[in-house]
C-alpha cells in the first residue's frame, strides 16, 4: 500500500495556513488540524481519501464574548489503478499523474448552528466496476445541511 504519512502532515499544514485567513475576523484555534488519510482497495482501484478538520472561532464587531464559532474542513479524493500507484506520497503533485480522479472540497461552518459557505467536489463512493460517485457543491448555506445543496455526479473508468 501507498506510504501517505508526509501526504498528511504537509495538508494538515496547508490548512492551518488556510484557514488563518479565511475566515472573517481575527481566528483563535481550539488546538491543531486533525483528520485522516485512508486508502481503500475497491476492486483494481485505490482511493487514496483525506478527511481533514481545524476548529476555532473568530472575533469581530458583531461577535460576543467567545466569539463565533469556525470549522474548516478540507476534502481530498485521488483514485488510480492500485498496479500503477506510487509507492509513497509527500505532497499531491505526487499522485497527480497517477490518479483518474482527483478532487478537493472545502466546507467552512462560520457561525452558530448551520451557517457557512462550500466549494468545489468529492467522492462519495466508489465500486469495483469503475463507478464513482462525485459530488458537487458550491456557494453559500444558512440554516440547512450542506449536503443538501449538492450536484450528484456519476462517472466509470476505464479499466
Known amino acids: 500500500m501507498i506510504d ?3 501526504l498528511h502532515g504537509f495538508l494538515l499544514k496547508k490548512l492551518e495556513d ?9 481566528f483563535t484555534d481550539d488546538g491543531p488540524p486533525d483528520g485522516t488519510t485512508t486508502t481503500h482497495a475497491v476492486g483494481i482501484w485505490l482511493w487514496i481519501k483525506v478527511r481533514l478538520v481545524y476548529e476555532g472561532s473568530t472575533m469581530d464587531r458583531t461577535s460576543g464574548v ?29 499522485l497527480e499523474e497517477w490518479a483518474l480522479v ?10 452558530v448552528g448551520v ?8 467522492v462519495e463512493r466508489l465500486e469495483e466496476d469503475g463507478t464513482v460517485e462525485i459530488r458537487n457543491a458550491k456557494g453559500r448555506f444558512q440554516d440547512v445541511s450542506p449536503d443538501s445543496l449538492v450536484e450528484v455526479e456519476e462517472i466509470k473508468l476505464e479499466n
Not at 488556510?18 to 481575527?26: A, D, K, Q, R
Not at 482527483?102 to 457561525?111: S, V
Open 4 to 6: 501517505t504519512t508526509e
Open 18 to 26: 488556510l484557514s488563518g485567513i479565511s475566515p472573517p475576523g481575527n
Open 66 to 94: 467567545g466569539g463565533d464559532p469556525y470549522q474548516a474542513h478540507t476534502w481530498y479524493d485521488w483514485i488510480g489503478k492500485t498496479d500503477s500507484a506510487p509507492a509513497k506520497a509527500a505532497r499531491p503533485e505526487d
Open 102 to 111: 482527483k478532487t478537493y472540497y472545502l466546507r467552512e461552518y462560520t457561525d
Open 115 to 122: 451557517w457557512g459557505q462550500q466549494d468545489g467536489r468529492y
